[in-house]
């Protein structure tokens, strides 16, 4: 054969090749970010965007709609007067690590079993709330349950997703998000000298925005979690004249929330400029809050269970799912944001593998749907919510764990001390006529019969979240008040 028909073979054979690729890359790529034909298949509807937002130690009075004080956080309060503003929500634990591994997991702390917070090798642990040993992954460490856990079940649903920011639950990407610029803590909140160089958050914000705007046309997740207003308290410095002749304390702490504020209307921003307002759902919340008083227990503001660092800010804004302009009064929890987000999201978790698998029938989940509760307008404290901590100080030179419940009227603490018994230093509050927990009630036998109440309605509730401590401690109050001859011999 001629070398000329051979040369004209080998056009035609690569021209054709050619035209096979492109024809194979218009058709796996004839809208490659676009799920809508899926959803659109048996009346399924697009499922919302959900863009959660995360602070860390954010008080329910650094934030305008849940202050007396004079406070500046006009994008956030907007989102909460348009939407929902929880009266009554609180974190299962008022620590970092803890309470970010029931938010993803929908579980009480006992349950994961991370009760302390997490750092990789060359950080000491030397505060009791911290592991003393180096830990870079809990989700492949056989000491915690996090293996069910809704960022999972999202990311294999059809949704883009990203965390951005503080993660402290490990150093990496667990494999939950397609993009994960994160940390896992005690990164500093400026990129270079303090007020001289960018403000770490405002980046974080930007990419964000990034991501909003790289997925506008398809479901995504967006997990923005800052490490502001967390200590130290270093806002730029147009929040900290914004602050100087007004009328609060600790300034800068307020300060660093309204420049979070201002973070925020930058993403909302960009959701309406893509128009997605109306089919994204928002829930702005935090890890924990934090005292700026002394409590037992706690020297850091943290580890206790007192309103000022257990009740939490939290709001959710979705025109097109939830109403408007409410303020919701039962107690919620972060353990309830797994179940909501998936509910939102129409994902479901009921498998009968699973089921025999894990030996647990039902819900994986000890938190609710706040997306059913909220659109059937029933307000009425279905169930009271838990708080699960570990101190940062001991009481008395013994060091505990402490199980509180919150009902409608009632905080119950419950403490299990290690050491000497004698401090017994329980404590019962009524938050209707005492607010700021200044009344311990535990000990007064004008209230037994509440007590009994709170502590049976505990123990009803431990056995059917399997907590052994509470279960322990419960019991062992209410053998007390039915025989209070057994207290000096067992006690002094």
């Known amino acids: ?275 997605l307002m109306d089919d994204t759902l928002i829930i702005i919340s935090t890890d924990h809050g934090g005292s700026f008083q002394e409590r037992p227990g706690s020297f850091r503001g943290m580890g206790i269970a007192y309103d000022e660092a257990a009740r939490i800010p939290m709001i959710m804004h979705w025109p097109r799912g939830l109403p408007g302009g409410v303020v919701w009064k039962s107690g919620v929890s972060l353990v309830d944001l797994a179940p909501t987000i998936l509910a939102a999201a129409n994902i479901n978790t009921k498998s009968r593998i699973m089921e025999i698998i894990t030996g647990h029938v039902g819900s994986p989940f000890h938190g609710r749907d706040l997306i059913a509760e909220l659109t059937s307008g029933i307000d009425n404290w279905p169930t009271p919510v838990f708080m699960q901590n570990i101190p940062e100080a001991a009481i008395e030179n013994s060091w505990f764990d402490e199980r509180a419940m919150r009902s409608e009227r009632w905080k119950l603490v419950l403490r299990d001390f290690n050491a000497d018994p004698r401090p017994r230093s329980n404590a019962f509050f009524d938050l209707v006529n005492d607010p700021g927990e200044s009344v311990n009630l535990y000990y007064q036998a004008k209230y037994g019969k509440q007590l009994v109440q709170q502590l049976t309605l505990m123990l009803r509730h431990a056995e059917d979240m399997q907590d052994s401590l509470s279960i322990q401690l419960a019991k062992k109050e209410l053998d007390l008040l039915a025989h209070p001859e057994k207290v000096q011999k067992e006690l002094y």
């Open 1 to 275: 054969m001629p070398a000329i028909h051979k040369a004209a073979q080998s056009v035609i054979f690569a021209l054709g090749c050619a035209l096979l690729l492109l024809l194979s890359a218009i058709s796996f790529a004839e809208d490659p970010g676009n799920l809508s034909p899926i959803y659109g298949k048996a009346g399924q509807r697009r499922p919302p965007n959900i863009v959660l937002i995360l602070f860390d130690w954010a008080r329910r009075d650094a934030i305008g709609v849940y202050s007396a004080k004079d406070v500046l956080t006009p994008n956030i309060d907007a989102l909460a007067n348009d939407g929902v503003r929880f009266d009554n929500a609180y974190t299962p634990a008022t620590l970092c690590s803890p309470a970010r591994a029931s938010i993803i997991t929908g579980v009480y702390p006992h349950a994961h079993k991370l009760r302390k917070t997490m750092y990789p090798a060359g950080i000491n642990g030397e505060l009791p709330t911290m592991y003393p040993d180096p830990i870079a992954n809990p989700f492949d460490d056989g000491r915690f349950n996090l293996a069910i856990n809704f960022p999972k079940y999202v990311t294999n649903s059809g949704f883009a997703t990203a965390h951005i920011g503080k993660w402290h639950l490990g150093t990496g990407n667990p494999g939950f998000f397609d993009l994960f610029k994160s940390y896992n803590s005690l990164m500093p909140h400026w990129i270079g000298k303090a007020k001289q160089s960018a403000y770490r958050e405002d980046i974080q914000t930007s990419e964000g925005i990034r991501f909003i705007q790289q997925n506008a046309d398809r479901p995504f997740f967006l997990y923005q979690s800052y490490y502001t207003p967390h200590a130290p308290f270093q806002p730029p410095q147009e929040y900290v004249e914004l602050y100087r002749d007004r009328t609060i304390d600790h300034k800068n702490y307020y300060g660093a929330m309204s420049s979070l504020d201002n973070n925020v209307g930058r993403l909302v921003d960009a959701l309406r400029e893509q128009n």
